[in-house]
């Protein structure tokens, strides 16, 4: 048996699941005692290039509230052609075509290999992948401009047959038709009244006509794909059309007097966005993809109003409830997007300014669909446009990696319940027997919509052990999940991908040994990562901390309390609520960065080497490389910025000089190139203003409070009141005897 | 006697008597004469002096002349014993100078009556009375005040007067001064001729108490000398003798020698000698041989009597005519003759007789051909005359003496046939005894009796006033002299006639008309006579290219002058005091300190040295530069914008309209109005297009194309976009072009059948909010609204409720949306011109109360189609466009104390009870203004107006449009009746009862017409008139033509509608006569009816009119009827070849395309000749006129017969005649 490092590895690459625990206590009350949940971490479309998709349907268990797919787990009865659930222990037939089944000739989905087997189904027909464009044109003539680029760019990167649409928002709100010839139309909407749906779909003309009898009934799928092909065509058709309207694209016209904001309908905007999908695609795959630069400024879901003197609120203003439209705008965005999840359609949002934008109020939409959140300083920088090109990145088979209109559903076996997923999806509200009163994340359920799907979305489950101390489960039980993912792959085919897992019950009280050897450390601070984010959106954060406090006493512990996802000191709302929705999808590797970057010194006393977050790893003759996810920083110890100021790495003599600058600045490449969102890429050096981004991540073992008691030893200081790690975990100690005691 | 009036017995119960007022007049006249003599002279400055005893002189003369009149009545039948005494105290009443015919008339009173009545209709007594009785005094007075005031004024202006002249002259003269005279000069002048001492003055009407008695008195005696003397003198002296008409002349040249004094002291002595000269010749001339052609008829038959009585009993029609010519003349004669001889009780029978007769017996064809005969004047006269003779002749003969040498020269003659009339008692007599149809009637009487038995009871059409003859006399006498607004009280020519308006201090009579020129001095006169006070205003009326538009006064940074206290502009009216430094409001009498910069010295007169070099010190009207306290806001407005809004539903698709208004457009933008030809308009332009979502277009220059911006929201309207939306057209030209050519296509295959309306201009207001500026929607729109949105309509027409009280609320608006909106679109200034291209109903009540409140217009076009319809829309169109128009305009109407504005018509919103308020006021908008008393008037000062408009310039700029006027104040019944005016008193009627169809029954409105007329009609006969038999009908002569006037308002497709005018047919009729003028007013109330046949290709002058009635018309001929809304072209199935051929180029009746909108254009000179008529009379009027040809006996006809107002209605609707007698008997009721 291979190490457990190696299993976890095995299975992660097969399934795309990390379990906090890869043994399981086999009673709830042992299940509590363990404080980290059994749980784990799920990358439903984790990237197979071995696994080749089958073109049939699965067969299903065929228990009414069961439906489980045949997994390898089951056990089967070759002679008589009949198969036993392994969760439901329901005996099935095959279905005929089935028939020439045997111990030699087996289905793939029988096959251990095959924990994790992908189908592709044939169900109605292939619907068209749809981009609607929702772009607010109160933007600077520069960022427009760029935007306007990136867009037209875009166009370029879409599936041929992708529909797509544009919306764009300043006061009013523009839908453009995209089919007619000569005059350029568009549909023009007020940003201050709110439209039911149904009239929006009246107005857009979506509506059947009067004559056929009933009237107000939205169209059916089928007729709405014409109707609505005014406003999404398909690329092919409408490139050229495209291309010039959005050249032709003008800032927003209306006057912006003296000391006021642009009015900025935003929430009008994606109201008509998802109104105009709803009444013509429900249930298909689509994104809308906003693109703004400031708060929205009237009409529902404002975020703040016009006046300039009153600035957008702080979470110190939120904190004092002095935020008077957060609430409204909160709900009113937050019903957008159930709306939206519920018709499977994702929103982006691409925001991009000095200031914030509202993401806090609208990150709903894409928490909750699946959608991107980008945030920059401006549509022209880098950072924009090469993430927005990113979000059309291809696969290895020369597919978009994003799928559309996931369902995941969760079965377990008797033992096991489901408590809730942490991720960017919602609730199906699907009742069953493998769901857990208790919820954790988002509960109460045992499917869940995720509207929006990359390689890399990374779902935390967390589960129940149900079964009590008194019945003990057999000796070698097993305990199996089985995640059933439908969707919409990005080539328009529907795919169900299935995946099936099993780990073994053991006893707590004989075999906490092996319990504890089997536990995973870097999923479980990322599962609990992600409680406590799920925690801290919801609660108040001194309780989170301190709830955080109280359950785990690790090292990462320190980092993540420090992080933006739960400190939000010297994070605006929107910051706090770009890190978190982030936080909350990426796969563990990415997650484990979020929570405590990496530290890579660069010297010419060896390889390159990571070093500890701490402020004695910042020395003058080394160069450092911090990857916090979110940023990538290059800082030149004093020393060698000084050299580089000199010139050295010009001459000759000191082209090993010239390498060692290099070096970073190639590791970091590599990092960006495939890193989504692109992250914030950053070149400082000592007394650079700039490197407060990564002063203010190490661990201040050195202040201007103790620097000198620490005598000699170099490194910096930092300017914190903040506790250094040392004193942290002094404090740890004495709790946890305290707390023991 | 009764002066001027006709008098026409029905029946022995009917009597009817036009009063002229002329006669009224004349009596002033003469005093008058004085007057403008009086003033002229003061005028004229070094004239003063002279002036003022020229004028004496004349007056001397006159009394000279009436005296020598008096030698004439000696002389002729007036000496005859009774009558003198009788008629002794009338004449002294009438003023010295008709004592002559007084006499006479007296001692025929009832004859002359007779006579008189005949003659009422006026000019024809007069001539002829005057004549005779030399009296070009007695007749001048006698004529037609209008005559006499024409004259007056002609004589002042020296030309017209000439023709008159001699004789007329000074009559005429002497009434024109009547009017200013009256308090002043006249007393004096008269006295002195009058020994009647007292009563002289009072004679002219001053007189009150004796006035009446007098004109109990006078009225005959007046009748007597217009009307009678002029039969008389007529009948009298061209038959009779040549004699009389020797003497006549003889007199007349007396008196013009006396007369020319008056004239020729003050105006031109020469010219009017000359013209006598020349008129005496031609009218002799003219007049004897129609006299002795017409007349001798009935003269030889005898005394009037004698002949009618033949008549009668010979050809019923044809003679009939012939006899009542006969009648007239006869009558006249016999009044003439009757002065001496009949002065008995011959006339009055006659009176009967004559009615009877002449009902009968001239029956349908003299009255048609007698009409327009008497409307002509002398060569109608003639006419007449001759038609006598024609009635046995059939049209033909007709035509051919119409058009004949009489006419023509009757035409040209017409001045100086009144004139000659006039002088010449002959001469004129015949013609205005042709013209007066009445006159046969007079004639008649006497016949009458006789015939009476055997003839029917029905009273004649001819013998009824005539709107042709007033209107041809009218254009003879005032149209050919200035007219100078600086004579207080004094009545302009009527909107039929063309002349010149010379600015003296009042506003000219194209911005201002009033209903009365006298205003009663307290409400109880004005209570009592019922003549509603009222003036009609078009404060932005375009002036003929030989007038002087208003000047610009710029008073400088503090703006212009007001009072301090009801702030009236400095005007005319303004009395500086104490060396300059401060005036005197002329409205409120309060001081105001002139400021300093304003400051001039005063000339001995007291008035200010630089008085003629400002206009505000010497017009009627002048604009104002204003300052920005003068702004919305405080801030000086933006250049307007225009904006078009084109319905693209399937019906507005379907009929053309789109591709036709896009095309148009492309043209028409470079024609938005501007105030410098040179320089590009200021207006900005915007588009919408719209069925049930509403597309705005961006169309700034910048763009490679148009955008366009669908809005669905519509209900909750905005506007999507800001920058390019209204945008100069030479800056976005080609966008705009691109545009227009792809709407068309654009909604070619449309399927939207559903259209909002109300969305629509919300749409425009937004637009104009977000532009901060003011302007106009142009909304093309084609079916009722139904579509889901604010103001959307259901159909209600429902024909069950007509004539029901809830009749009503068909007039109302069914929602009130528009009424919210329009205040609104007040408050921005945004005015709404509608074009409605309806298929069915549409709810023109509901949908017209945007543009009715915002000073816009609607247009509709019910079933267009693009071949016939096009040109008529486009026309109206290009002018609505290019119009004049102003912008959020606030009219305020300041009176001297006394008198208040209490009323106002019009298309304009008021949110309080002074201020009208405007969003567009364009050069053909309208507001009739009713005044009401609230204190007492001083008839020193007379009761001033001062209309002031401030409005926003096309070019951006914010002005005031001043306008002032002053009219006299009077104690007098009798003068306020002398002084209105007739058509825009029905003006102002018909705006009264169409406003009041929406609170109350069409029924109760009607009744409440015929009442209210009623009471004025009595009012007159009770004060004014003299006492006589209750059976006759005396009219004013000023309001003579009130009744079928009135009868044509009442039986207007609003008030009394037939079962195939549809609702919106009305509603749309209500709103529009509710901007009109008087002008167009008068025109859609009775139209205008040419006879093609007697089109005189080598002359600029249209043939005469003839009478609304289908009697007049002649199978053989053509006619052309316009209204102001339509051309139809009327051919008789027995037209001649050649004049079909000429026309339409096919000499085949059955050949004629009824559906033709335009005439061929063929190259003879008769079809150029018509088509540059059709056209000139479509420019004469504010909307293009689509032809229509109508072939006799063709189903179209019965909608030409719909606008023949003198004929009884389909609907129910009386003819003339009949309601004339209701009148009369209505008025009956009152007296007794």
């Known amino acids: 048996m291979a190490t457990y490092q190696e299993f976890i590895q095995q299975n992660e ?377 990113r979000v059309f990145s291809k696969d290895y088979n020369g597919e978009f990696r994003m799928a559309f209109g996931g369902t995941l559903e969760v079965k377990t076996s008797r033992e096991l319940k489901i408590s809730g997923v942490i991720g960017p999806c919602v609730s199906l509200n699907t009742k069953g027997p493998c769901v857990s009163d208790n919820e954790m994340g988002v509960g109460g359920t045992c499917q869940w919509k995720i509207c929006s799907l990359t390689p890399a979305t990374t779902l935390a489950m967390y589960f129940e052990v149900v079964n009590q101390h ?218 650079g203003s700039q490197a407060r981004f990564l002063l203010s991540k190490v661990n201040p073992s050195q202040t201007h409070n103790n620097l000198y008691a620490w005598g000699q030893e170099s490194g910096a200081p930092i300017l914190t009141d903040d506790v250094s790690l040392q004193v942290f975990m002094d404090h740890l100690k004495k709790l946890a005897v305290s707390s023991a005691a | 006697m009764e002066n001027e009036h006709v008098y026409l017995q029905v029946r022995d119960e009917l009597r009817m008597n036009v009063n002229q007022q002329p006669h009224m007049a004349t009596p002033y006249g003469q005093p008058q004469p004085g007057y403008q003599g009086y003033p002229q002279p003061g005028y004229g400055g070094d004239h003063v002096p002279s002036g003022y005893p020229a004028q004496y002189a004349p007056y001397n003369g006159p009394g000279s002349a009436y005296q020598q009149g008096p030698p004439q009545g000696t002389r002729g039948p007036p000496t005859s014993g009774a009558p003198p005494v009788s008629g002794a105290q009338n004449y002294s009443q009438f003023g010295q100078g008709e004592n002559q015919n007084g006499p006479p008339p007296m001692g025929a009173p009832p004859q002359r009556p007779p006579v008189s009545q005949p003659y009422t209709p006026g000019a024809v007594n007069l001539p002829g009375p005057q004549h005779p009785y030399g009296q070009r005094f007695g007749a001048p007075p006698v ?329 041809e006399d009218d254009k003879a006498n005032k149209g050919s002299e200035p007219f100078t607004t600086g004579v207080r009280g004094q009545a302009p020519p009527l909107v039929t006639t063309k002349f010149q308006v010379k600015d003296q201090g009042n506003a000219s009579p194209r911005y201002i008309r009033c209903t009365a020129y006298n205003m009663p001095c307290n409400s109880d006169m004005a209570k009592q006579s019922q003549v509603p006070l009222a003036a009609v205003i078009k404060p932005l009326a375009p002036l003929p290219p030989d007038e002087t538009p208003p000047y610009l006064v710029d008073h400088g940074e503090s703006g212009p002058i007001r009072c301090n206290r009801c702030k009236a502009y400095m005007c005319p009216y303004m009395q500086f005091i104490e060396g300059g430094r401060r005036f005197q409001c002329g409205f409120c009498n309060c001081v105001t300190e002139v400021p300093p910069n304003y400051f001039q010295h005063l000339d001995h007169t007291g008035k200010r040295v630089d008085c003629y070099d400002r206009p505000e010190l010497s017009m009627g009207s002048y604009d104002f530069m204003t300052t920005v306290d003068y702004c919305k806001n405080n801030k000086f407005p933006q250049p307007p914008a225009f904006i078009f809004l084109i319905d693209v539903s399937y019906n507005a698709v379907k009929n053309g309209t789109v591709g036709i208004v896009c095309q148009e457009l492309k043209t028409l933008l470079d024609y938005l109005p501007r105030e410098n030809p040179d320089v590009e308009s200021n207006i900005r332009v915007g588009f919408v297009t719209y069925n049930k979502v509403l597309h705005f277009y961006n169309v700034k220059a910048s763009l490679a194309q148009p955008q366009m911006m669908v809005v669905s929201d519509v209900a909750d309207m905005f506007v999507p976009l800001l920058d390019g939306f209204l945008v100069s057209v030479s800056e976005s030209r080609v966008v705009i072009e691109s545009l227009l050519d792809q709407i068309p296509e654009m909604f070619a295959d449309t399927r939207e059948t559903e259209t909002v309306f109300g969305p629509v201009i919300q749409a425009g207001l937004e637009a104009l909010k977000a532009a901060d500026c003011a302007g106009k929607l142009f909304v093309f729109h084609s079916s009722l609204p139904i579509a889901e949105a604010p103001g959307k309509l259901k159909n209600r027409e429902d024909k069950k409720l007509v004539g029901t009280d809830k009749e009503k609320t068909l007039f109302q608006p069914q929602v009130s949306f528009y009424n919210t909106l329009a205040k609104e679109c007040v408050a921005q200034g945004c005015c709404v011109d509608l074009f409605l291209f309806p298929n069915q109903y549409v709810d023109v009540a509901t949908l017209g109360v945007v543009p009715t409140s915002t ?166 006969r009770k004060n004014c008139a003299s006492p006589s038999s209750a059976g006759q009908l005396i009219l004013p002569e000023c309001m003579k033509l009130l009744p079928v006037y009135l009868n044509c308002v009442l039986k207007s497709d609003v008030l009394q509608p037939g079962a195939d005018v549809s609702l919106d047919d009305r509603a749309y009729l209500r709103q529009l006569v509710s901007t009109m003028d008087v002008a167009e007013s008068h025109v859609f109330f009775y139209p205008h009816l040419l006879p093609l046949q007697k089109l005189d290709v080598e002359s600029m002058a249209l043939p005469m009119a003839v009478r609304d009635s289908e009697e007049r018309l002649s199978r053989g001929g053509v006619y052309l009827l316009e209204n102001g809304l339509n051309i139809f072209l009327w051919v008789g199935v027995s037209a001649q070849q050649e004049l079909l051929q000429n026309i339409f180029g096919t000499p085949a009746f059955s050949q004629i395309d009824p559906n033709m909108t335009s005439l061929p254009a063929l190259d003879n000179p008769f079809s150029k000749r018509l088509r540059e008529i059709i056209e000139s009379v479509r420019a004469q009027r504010s909307r293009y006129m689509k032809l229509m040809v109508v072939k006799q006996e063709d189903k179209l006809e019965l909608i030409f017969k719909h606008f023949l107002v003198e004929d009884k209605s389909n609907s129910g609707g009386a003819s003339y005649v009949d309601f004339l007698c209701h009148m009369h008997k209505e008025i009956r009721q009152l007296l007794s």
């Open chain 2, 855 to 1020: 000073g816009g217009s609607i247009y509709k076009y019910t079933y267009f189609q693009a071949p016939s319809d096009q040109e008529r829309f486009l026309n109206d169109l290009r002018r609505d466009v290019q119009k004049q128009v102003g912008f959020d305009a606030v009219m305020r109407v300041r009176t001297s104390t006394g008198i208040r504005a209490t009323d106002f018509f019009g298309a304009f919103y008021m949110s309080n009870t002074t201020d009208v308020e405007l969003a567009g006021l364009d050069c053909d908008k309208t507001v009739t203004v009713e005044f009401r008393h609230d204190d007492k008037l001083s008839e020193e000062t007379g009761a001033l107006m001062q209309c002031a408009v401030l409005y926003t310039s096309c070019s951006g700029q914010r002005r005031l449009r001043i306008h002032n006027m002053a009219v006299n104040c009077c104690s007098q019944l009798a003068d306020l009746y002398r002084n209105c005016e007739t058509d825009t008193i029905i003006n102002f009627f018909a705006k009264y009862a169409y406003r009041s169809v929406l609170s109350s029954p069409t029924k109760n409105v009607r009744d409440s017409l015929v009442n209210q007329c009623a009471q004025i009609l009595a009012c007159y």
């Open chain 1, 13 to 389: 690459d097969r399934d795309g699941v990390r379990c906090s625990w890869n043994l399981w206590p086999s009673s709830r009350l042992e299940a509590t005692r363990l404080v980290v949940p059994v749980s784990c971490l799920y990358t439903p479309l984790k990237e197979r290039p071995d696994l080749p998709p089958v073109q049939y349907e699965p067969v299903l268990c065929s228990r009414a509230n069961c439906k489980a797919v045949l997994n390898p787990l089951c056990q089967v009865d070759f002679r008589a052609k009949i198969w036993a659930c392994n969760f439901c222990f329901q005996r099935n037939s095959f279905p005929p075509s089935y028939a020439g089944i045997s111990e030699v000739n087996q289905p793939a989905e029988l096959m251990p290999q095959f924990s994790t087997i992908e189908y592709i189904v044939q169900r109605g027909p292939p619907t068209p992948l749809i981009f609607l464009y929702v772009v607010d044109t109160c933007l600077e003539e520069e960022d427009l401009q760029a935007l306007k680029e990136s867009l037209q760019m875009s166009l370029s990167l879409l599936p041929p047959n992708a529909l797509v649409g544009l919306i764009t928002f300043g006061r009013m709100i523009q839908i453009h038709e995209l089919s007619c010839e000569g005059i350029a139309k568009s549909y023009v909407f007020r940003g201050t009244k709110e439209l039911t749906p149904k009239q929006i779909q009246e107005m857009l003309g979506l509506m059947k006509p009067a004559t056929s009898g009933q009237q107000g009934k939205p169209l059916a799928p089928h007729d709405a794909a014409a109707a609505s092909c005014i406003f999404l065509q398909p690329v092919q058709a409408v490139d050229m059309n495209l291309t010039d309207l959005l050249g032709e694209l003008q800032r927003d016209p209306w006057p912006v007097p003296q000391g006021k904001r642009p009015l900025r309908s935003t929430g009008i905007a994606l109201s008509i966005a998802i109104g105009l999908l709803e009444g013509t695609f429900p249930n298909t795959g689509a994104r809308v993809m906003l693109f703004t630069g400031g708060p929205p400024t009237q009409g529902p879901g404002m975020v703040v109003g016009d006046e300039l003197k009153t600035p957008i609120r702080s979470w110190h203003d939120i904190q004092k409830d002095n935020a008077r439209h957060l609430k409204k705008a909160t709900k009113y965005y937050e019903a957008l997007a159930n709306r939206a999840a519920v018709n499977g359609h994702s929103v982006d949002i691409y925001a991009c300014a000095l200031d914030q934008t509202g993401l806090l109020e609208m990150k709903c939409l894409s928490n909750l669909t699946g959608g991107h959140i980008v945030m920059g300083d401006s549509f022209n920088t880098s950072l924009f446009k090469q993430t927005f090109q």
């Open chain 1, 470 to 687: 008194n019945a003990p489960v057999p000796q070698g039980g097993r305990g199996a999940v089985q995640f059933v993912t439908q969707y919409q792959h990005s080539n328009t085919q529907r795919r169900i991908r299935v995946t099936t897992i099993a780990r073994n019950w053991a006893d707590a009280q004989s075999q906490i040994q092996h319990i504890e050897s089997s536990f995973d450390q870097e999923a479980s601070a990322v599962l609990m990562a992600r409680l406590g984010v799920f925690r801290a959106e919801s609660e108040e954060g001194p309780d989170v901390l301190r709830w955080l406090d109280r359950q785990l006493i690790r090292l990462f512990m320190f980092h993540l309390r420090r992080s933006p996802f739960l400190q939000v000191f010297n994070n605006s709302p929107d910051e706090s609520s770009y890190y978190r929705h982030h936080f909350v999808r990426q796969d563990l590797t990415q997650s484990l960065i979020m929570i405590q970057p990496i530290l890579y010194s660069y010297s010419f006393y060896g390889p390159p080497e990571p070093v500890l977050l701490d402020s004695s790893s910042i020395l003058p003759d080394r160069i450092l490389l911090m990857d916090t996810f979110f940023q990538l920083v290059i800082y030149h110890g004093e020393t060698i910025a000084q050299w580089r100021k000199a010139g050295y790495q010009e001459m000759a003599e000191y082209e090993n000089f010239k390498q060692l600058l290099q070096a970073p600045l190639d590791d970091a490449q590599e990092i960006l190139q495939t890193r989504f969102p692109m992250p914030r890429y950053i070149d400082t050096e000592h007394g």
């Open chain 2, 143 to 471: 004529s037609m005040q209008h005559m006499t005031n024409q004259m007056a004024s002609m004589q002042v202006g020296s030309t017209a007067p000439s023709p008159a002249g001699p004789g007329y002259a000074p009559p005429s003269v002497s009434q024109a001064a009547v009017s200013a005279p009256y308090t002043t000069s006249a007393p004096p002048t008269f006295t002195p001729p009058t020994t009647a001492t007292s009563q002289p003055p009072p004679t002219e009407a001053l007189a009150q108490a004796p006035p009446h008695s007098y004109y109990g008195a006078l009225p005959p005696v007046q009748q007597p000398f217009q009307n009678a003397v002029p039969t008389f003198s007529s009948a009298g002296p061209t038959q009779p003798q040549a004699p009389p008409p020797v003497s006549p002349q003889s007199f007349p040249q007396a008196p013009p020698i006396s007369q020319p004094p008056f004239s020729t002291a003050q105006v031109h002595p020469g010219p009017t000698q000359s013209y006598r000269g020349p008129l005496p010749s031609t009218q002799s001339s003219f007049p004897r041989p129609p006299h002795p052609t017409s007349q001798p008829s009935a003269f030889p038959a005898g005394p009037p009597p004698t002949s009618i009585p033949s008549q009668l009993p010979g050809v019923m029609q044809p003679q009939p005519p012939v006899s009542q010519p006969s009648p007239y003349h006869s009558g006249p004669p016999t009044t003439s003759t009757g002065f001496p001889p009949q002065v008995g009780a011959p006339p009055r029978p006659s009176f009967p007789g004559m009615q009877g007769p002449p009902m009968a017996s001239q029956g349908p064809p003299m009255a048609s051909q007698g009409p327009p005969m008497a409307s002509q004047g002398p060569p109608m006269a003639q006419a007449n005359h001759i038609l006598p003779t024609q009635p046995g002749m059939p049209p033909g003969p007709i035509n051919a003496s119409l058009s004949g040498p009489p006419p023509q020269p009757g035409m040209q003659g017409y001045p100086p046939q009144q004139n000659g009339a006039f002088g010449q008692v002959r001469g004129p007599q015949p013609g205005y005894t042709g013209p007066y149809p009445g006159q046969p009637n007079y004639g008649a009487p006497p016949a009458a009796p006789a015939s009476a038995p055997a003839a029917p009871k029905r009273l004649d059409p001819d013998s009824i006033p005539s709107p042709i003859q007033v209107i």
